[in-house]
């Protein structure tokens, strides 16, 4: 088998980089471990910024993102119970897209499935070789066979636990990482949301999250400590604690329910660089990690594979090699200033263990700051909505 580019994990990363190129006559196969299934089955965020909109349009997978998604202009913040709007619309005049990353990958599979190109799920021992070399090749194990496909590049968009960037040589990978001492236990509820907006919280007893994936369906979030079990949260203890962390408005409104998903993840900061090896780009996930708070994983996950595509399109159709020279050093800006956002976000929601009386003052003052001043108000619109690609 020969393709122009393997890709390598199914996920929003892979399948709207292979649709990019699909579009731009660039044949692609995408080599999955897993079922379409079990790919559709994770749940994840749901904020896209304006510009995973427009690259979604782009890739002509945007009419049901449109039709259903839910258009915001701002978010709520609350501490201790004080809540305060941030209207991103007026002080920037930018807006968010609230459209599940579940939603976002069954359209680009959709889409996919109709052009034909072709994705092998359920592959086994996926490996990569020669991407030092003009001829890099994957090889994987298909129902008990052996196969390789042979390529021009290999597009690592198989998450953390990937191959891709186990892959490469050691040495060659500097990796930056900060692990968070605490989780996010979350629940998906058929029932409407509390507000129409996303409410983030900080209270003494930890973070919360009031989020939706349409208007029957919410999804909430309370921080937990990293070593908590989900068996140990019944529904009513979820909700229990929830009402405790937000404003008494929110308490009052909540529409509980029985949840239909229960889980905890972990939080961490990481970053790998480079993200190019020869012939062998990684992108997405596999590329680098955000905590969830701000919902920049899937959006970098979008800029990554949009400069990749720009790259590749440049390659294939000017023979120029400059875009595939950049494309690291120009999506770790980006990402680098993602981290960063996502950090900040993170440090002054949550609740640390062993934090003195000082951080948490600082913690209120940096609220009392971003709700009082239009200019604080303003850089986190701009980070939220999106920084430039
Ligand atoms: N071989 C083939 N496929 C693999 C392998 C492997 N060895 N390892 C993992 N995969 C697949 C996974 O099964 C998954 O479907 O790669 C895909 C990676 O998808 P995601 O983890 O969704 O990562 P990505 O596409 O980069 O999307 C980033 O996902 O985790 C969230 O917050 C993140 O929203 C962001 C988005
Ligand atoms: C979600 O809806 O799952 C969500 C929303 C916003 C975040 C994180 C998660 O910052």
Known sequence: MRTKVAIIGAGPAGLLLGRLLE???IDTVIIERRSPDYVLGRI???VLEQGTVELLEKADVSERMHAEGLVHDGIELCFDGDKHRINFRELIGRTVMVYGQTEVTRDLMHAREVSGAQTIYEAEDVSLHDFDSDSPKVRFVKDGVAQEIACDFIAGCDGYHGVSRSSVPDGA????ERVYPFGWLGILVDRPPVAEELIYAHHERGFALCSMRSPTRSRYY???SADEKVEDWSDERFWDELRRRVDQETADHLVIGPSIEKS?????SFVA???RFGRLFLAGDAAHIVPPTGAKGLNLAASDVGCLAE???EYYGEKSSAGIDHYSQRVLGRVW???RFSWWMTSILHTFPDTDTFARRLQRAEFDYLVSSDAAARSLAENYTGLPF
């Open 173 to 176: 990978l500097k990796t930056f």
């Open 23 to 25: 579009r731009q006559g």
């Open 311 to 313: 790259a590749l399109v």
């Open 44 to 46: 994840r965020a749901g």
């Open 264 to 268: 905890i993840a972990p939080l961490r």
């Open 222 to 224: 309370v921080q937990v």
């Open 337 to 339: 200033k993602a981290e």
């Open 273 to 275: 660089e480079p993200l």
